[in-house]
């Protein structure tokens, strides 16, 4: 063949190619075809230094040869890849303890087509250091000038120069990934942000309260000179890092797509780390979440590059800022439930870069041909066909993703994804629909219904009074990681159970359906309130988030008032606090569409009020208002469109986020479900936003169980994921649009029509969604002022001593983790995660003023040591302030801050910032102080004589200046002394609160 049609045929290819931006010329996971050009040198594989891939290739010298030469073939394939560039990359480590190391490079080239016949060599000019180095060859003419069926071997010289002489080589180094490249095509660049080489950064990171601890190693490196250990404690249910983002590294960091992290699994662990997370959080005032990616990575043992794609705000940070990167690992046992790790595992560096992402266009044209045309049958269907399809899809995830076993659905479409309760509530309610329409026969269906029943009335489902856990395993109901005893996830599961239970009347489901509601102790989940708690953890009791405000709480309200067995007041329901937007609906301030849905899926609030609203109308002005943000925000974002809209909590490009029609609660994605789910709504808006979400992006959101969970064109983002919740929402709001079916179910239920009567519902047609009356009274609460009272009886006497015996009938004023102080480098509290709350009390006698407090935490950090006396604010601890002067004394501020336990077990407690700093010992040395641990966190007793706060003779009536602040940590590895404090709690949940008396509450002394 003539050599002008190989240059043809190399101009082809370097078309084709030029979109990549290396080829692979040896990956050196195998050395059998390498030779040593009679230098002696041998060669094996090494898995513990390697920079791509699985192994590299370890050249040991033969400590003879002036040069140490590794050659092998070139042709076919790697003759293809070396074809149309211009330069070759070949890494190359050498460790730090080698006396002596290659420092020059040489490479040689020759056809060996016919023959041998020398073609050229070069020198690299690279300057070696320990560590990887990537050794840089500028190839000339003459080696770029090859035949494609032809044959070359090329000699890589390594060699130790001294002056002009070669010095022979002893130890033994690494070679990996030799690339070909073309100089003059962009090139991805690769930053390291941590390079996890020395002590010093190592010693910067933390480990998120995991207990995890990190070591620097020698032995193993994929970038740098060395890799870090990461030691898992054995008990958390994931080990993390967390790492400061802050300096010169936010620019290294900003614009990019792509976040890699070199990890190494040794073969012999039992438990390998195989879910990667990466989340993200901006600290530079407070503490604020950015967003969070898993990874798809499909680890193995040995060396792997965990990728994690960013886009949003995760990778257009703010110059200047401050973040926290936390990176989570986590493993699976044999039955595919998370397990702690507890064999150490290695990570070696944290990189970025940015690649090139497909087009929108690429996308589309990449999307299988039988979804396109799928898309295309669906858009031609009348609007009755087609919501008979999407429901047909929804109903499917709920059949096929179950566990036949025991009922159980998965809470997302992943592997290793737990169940949700929810979700299985809202397959409970699928059933019926699914019979209905002619999906499956009444038999399946009632086989299926009677299954899951048996197994949470059997007990097989982990929970507890009647409740049970947010998220439980697939196959042994077994709880699924840190997840809480979850109220309104159970008022789900109920719901759902209530509702098949009514579809199979006279059956044992409608039994199990009954006993299953008869068993929920909603007295328990008020925990002495006056409103439901959100849930409950065995480790440290109720979370302190509350059902207190307008939201989806609505259902589990109905459902307490009603039930059976164990119902609460009707009264509840008025202390749900109800914001009004505009005097037209009731609201909640993030916009977060789902929770006005939820509630109207099974109560039938059409043509009913209580005296704050129609609930049903409620919900339609609010989805007209998601609608309508979207609009208007429709330059803003690509995204939105007149016929794309429904912003609602949801999977992101940062992750799930509960996103909402508010600024500032939105990035352009929308998730097709809350538009959809809105149809006995806006029919309208929701008709027109399925054809509109079909016709501009059908294939890239539709699929098995028809619409994705979420997309977000502005950042060329497609899930490709469903949620359980998310098709439950979709095919009940459509079965309600299309026959009412769920509603009919539900509300037949006598304890449902029960509560709803005892909450004061009316029938009555409106156009209204908030009643005339609440419009006035809302108004005239925002206009009302409130004061922080706290009310302190007089009794005889207290014995200091950390128990609550002589406080039992006290009244207690509670610190919510609503409360939240705002401060530069603290961070609000995770409510559904989260528990940090406190009760207080006062009292008085004729000499002294009493208070208490007692604390929930569900982990207490003692790090500070007898001699630290202070050191309160940099840990679990909490603060008294009193203003004595509104009680006309000239005494001064008293401020007094308690450390619950230092770590000899001893309380201490120290005036501060007030009129007479110092430990109590010097400064107030009659005061009395004591702590005592709980199961749920510690209780705090004190008293203060009233001649500290210049008060002579107390009275009833007499007022002091008060606040009372929690601060709090949950770092269990803190060392002594460490600053760890993340939170801040106060009565007075105010900036710099106990700088400003003028914003404290008061305490009033009673007889």
Not at 331 to 356: A, C, H, M, Q, R
């Amino acid at each position: 063949m003539k050599k002008v049609t190989y240059l043809l045929m190399a101009v082809v290819l370097l078309f084709s190619l030029s979109i990549f931006s290396q080829s692979l010329i040896h990956s050196f996971e195998y050395t059998h075809d390498l030779n040593n050009d009679n230098s002696g040198s041998t060669f094996e594989l090494s898995e513990r230094f390697v920079y791509e891939g699985k192994y590299s290739a370890i050249i040991v010298p033969s400590g003879e040869s002036a040069e140490t030469k590794m050659a092998f073939e070139l042709s076919g394939e790697r003759l293809n890849n070396w074809l149309g560039n211009d330069t070759l990359r070949l890494a190359v480590y050498t460790k730090p303890v080698t006396s002596l190391k290659p420092n020059k490079f040489f490479l040689g080239m020759a056809d060996v087509t016919e023959g041998w016949k020398w073609v050229d060599g070069i020198f690299s000019e690279t300057e070696p250091k320990d560590g990887w180095n990537i050794v840089e060859y500028k190839l000339n003419d003459k080696m770029k000038d090859v035949i494609l069926d032809g044959k070359y071997m090329l000699y890589f010289s390594f060699m130790h120069t001294q002056g002009v002489t070669n010095i022979p080589l002893k130890d033994p180094f690494y070679v990996d990934n030799l690339i070909a490249l073309n100089s003059e095509e962009p090139e991805i660049e690769r930053i390291y942000i941590w390079s996890m080489d020395s002590e010093e950064e190592i010693g910067t990171f933390g480990n998120d309260n995991t207990g995890a601890k990190f070591e620097l190693v020698k032995d193993l490196a994929a970038e740098g000179l060395y890799a870090m250990k990461v030691i898992p404690d054995g008990e958390a249910i994931e080990a993390k890092i967390a790492i400061e983002l802050s300096g010169e590294k936010v620019p290294l960091w900003m614009g990019r797509n792509e976040v890699t992290m070199n990890v190494y699994i040794p073969k012999e662990n039992k438990i390998k780390p195989t879910m990667y997370f990466l989340g993200m959080a901006d600290v530079t005032s407070g503490w604020e979440w950015v967003g969070g990616v898993f990874s798809d990575t499909q680890v193995s043992p040995g060396w792997n590059k965990v990728k994690f794609e960013i886009a949003g705000n995760m990778s257009n940070l703010v110059e200047g800022n401050k973040y926290m990167i936390y990176l989570a690992f986590a493993g699976f046992n044999e039955n595919n439930v998370k397990t702690p790790l507890y064999e150490p595992f290695y990570v070696d560096g944290i990189f970025v870069e940015k690649s090139s992402k497909p087009t929108f266009e690429e996308l589309l044209a990449m999307a299988p041909s039988n979804i396109k045309e799928e898309v295309q049958t669906l858009l031609e269907l009348d609007d009755e066909a087609l919501l008979e399809e999407i429901q047909k899809r929804a109903f499917l995830y709920f059949w096929n993703e179950a566990n036949p076993q025991n009922g159980l659905i998965k809470d997302r479409s992943t592997n290793n994804s737990p169940a949700s309760i929810a979700a299985v509530g809202m397959g409970l309610c699928a059933i019926p629909i699914g019979i209905e329409r002619h999906w499956i026969s009444y038999e399946q269906g009632y086989e299926r219904v009677l299954t899951t029943l048996k197994t949470f009335v059997e007990g097989k489902v982990e929970g507890l009074n009647g409740f049970f856990y947010h998220f439980v395993d697939m196959n042994d109901g077994k709880r699924a990681g840190n997840s809480e005893i979850s109220s309104i996830d159970t008022a789900i599961l109920i719901a759902g159970a209530l509702t098949s239970g009514a579809y199979f009347k006279d059956t044992e489901v409608e039994i199990l359906a009954n006993k299953l509601y008869e068993n929920v102790n909603w007295q328990w989940m008020l925990n002495g309130e006056d409103t439901l708690s959100m849930g409950f953890k065995p480790e440290a009791g109720f979370l302190g988030a509350r059902w207190d405000s307008f939201n989806e709480g609505l259902l589990a309200y109905v459902l307490a008032i009603g039930s059976p067995t164990y119902p609460i007041s009707p009264d509840s329901w008025d202390k749900i606090f109800r914001p009004v937007k505009n005097d037209t609906y009731i609201y909640l301030p993030q916009e977060t569409l789902f929770v006005y849905q939820y509630p109207n899926i099974w109560i039938d609030f059409r043509d009913k009020e209580d005296k704050y609203a129609n609930y049903f109308n409620n919900a339609e002005a609010a989805t007209r208002y998601n609608w309508l943000f979207a609009v208007q925000n429709r330059f803003k974002y690509e995204t939105y469109d007149m016929d794309i809209w429904g912003l609602s909590a949801s999977d992101g490009p940062n992750g799930y986020k509960a996103y909402g029609a508010v600024d500032g609660n939105h990035d352009g994605t929308v998730a097709p479900y809350a538009s959809i789910s809105s149809i006995p709504f806006t029919y309208d808006l929701s008709m027109n936003a399925i054809r509109g979400m079909l016709s501009k992006y059908g294939p890239l959101v539709w699929g098995e169980y028809g619409f994705y969970s979420a997309f977000n064109v502005d950042e060329i983002w497609f899930s490709d994921q469903y949620i359980g919740i998310d098709q439950g929402d979709i095919i009940l709001m459509i079965e309600n649009y299309r026959s009412g079916l769920i509603w009919n179910l539900f509300m037949n239920n006598e304890n449902i029509q029960r509560a709803l009567d005892e909450i004061g519902f009316v029938n009555k047609e409106s156009d209204y969604a908030v009643t005339p009356w609440y419009v006035e009274e809302y108004k005239r609460l925002l206009t009302s002022s409130e004061e922080k009272l706290a009310e302190a009886p007089k009794i005889s006497h207290v014995m200091i001593d950390g128990k609550l015996t002589e406080w039992e009938n006290i009244p207690r004023y509670s610190v919510t983790e609503d409360m939240n102080v705002p401060a530069g480098g603290i961070k609000p509290i995770d409510k559904k995660a989260q528990i940090l709350h406190s009760y207080f009390s006062v009292a008085w006698d004729d000499e002294n003023l009493y208070i208490s407090a007692d604390v929930y935490d569900e982990y207490v950090v003692i790090n500070i040591t007898p001699d630290d006396v202070g050191g309160y604010y940099r840990t679990d601890s909490v603060e008294f302030y009193i203003n004595p002067s509104i009680a006309g004394s000239n005494a001064g501020l008293f401020k007094i801050a308690i450390l619950p336990f230092d770590t000899e077990g001893n309380v201490q407690a120290v005036r501060h910032e007030d009129a007479n700093p110092g430990p109590i010992s010097k400064s107030a040395s009659k005061v009395e102080v004591a702590s005592n641990r709980t199961d749920y966190g510690y209780i705090i007793e004190l008293k203060i004589p009233f001649e500290y706060l210049g008060i002579t003779n107390p009275q009833p009536n007499l007022k002091l200046g008060f606040s009372y602040t929690i601060h709090n940590s949950n770092k269990k590895d803190a060392s002594l002394g460490e600053y760890v404090r993340e939170n801040i709690i106060s009565w007075n949940p105010l900036p710099d609160i106990w700088a400003n008396p003028q914003n404290w509450g008061t305490i009033e002394l009673k007889e």
